[in-house]
């Protein structure tokens, strides 16, 4: 398993996940250390165990962890309001790498919307989405909203998906790229896909994934038949 997931990544797994987990309650919480935990989840005569690593990863495990002895005080109020709540829903909020995993329904609902970028955060939140607890108390620099505990996880600004780029816009992102620049390297902070995906797209259209621009691509000339995703 990858120890750091991309978007594609991320829809990836979460199709799995909703097979194999939806319908069970949650039984436990452990915490392996500061940013790394672990879901029981269990229905008749099954059970899981779900692998939550903040920042990096998220997926099921059948390895036996080390946990810590005495549960961390995220533990414990995870521990408090979910335990033998049924798991509803788990889905990813736009594009971001964020996930929601819902427990039960209505105003008895909680939520756990887990961060899987940057230095990550898991963040346990009521009905309405008001935090009650979190890994990592911190202030967006962008939008300068808050993230503790009695603030609203702000679902609305997850990342959402943009419309595909025009053939124009194609040949002035790639034209701004340096000679010698890798073009998906070019391409990637204008895509949510990651640069993998772009890789195989290119490889798709005829052009080496690691092709460089002025050597292999002429964005004059390439972006018409690059115009792939």
């Given at each position: ?44 005569d ?25 549960p ?58 008001t ?21 609203r ?11 595909l ?65």
């Amino acid at each position: 398993m990858k120890e750091k997931f991309t978007t594609i990544d991320l829809f990836a797994v979460l199709q799995g996940l909703r097979l194999r987990l939806l319908g069970m309650r949650l039984v436990n919480v452990y915490d392996i250390d500061h940013k790394t935990y672990l879901l029981k989840l269990a229905r008749p005569d099954d059970k899981a165990v779900l692998l939550i690593e903040s920042g990096c990863r998220m997926h099921t495990t059948e390895f036996e962890w080390p946990k810590n002895m005495y549960p961390s005080g995220f533990s414990m109020k995870c521990r408090k309001h979910l335990r033998s709540r049924r798991l509803v829903a788990i889905n990813q909020l736009g594009v971001d790498r964020v996930v929601d995993l819902q427990f039960g329904s209505g105003e008895a609902a909680y939520h756990l919307v887990i961060e899987l970028y940057d230095r990550g955060n898991v963040i346990l939140t009521d009905h309405s989405y008001t935090i009650l607890n979190l890994l990592r108390v911190r202030t967006d620099t962008d939008t300068d909203v808050r993230f503790a505990v009695r603030e609203r996880f702000p679902l609305e600004s997850a990342r959402q998906d943009q419309p595909l780029p025009s053939i124009e816009k194609l040949t002035e992102i790639a034209s701004a790229g340096k000679p010698g620049d890798q073009l998906r390297n070019t391409l990637n902070p204008h895509f949510v896909y990651g640069s993998a995906l772009l890789g195989h797209c290119l490889l798709g259209k005829g052009f080496s994934d690691t092709v460089k621009i002025g050597k292999g691509f002429d964005p004059e000339r390439g972006t018409v038949q690059m115009a792939f995703i």
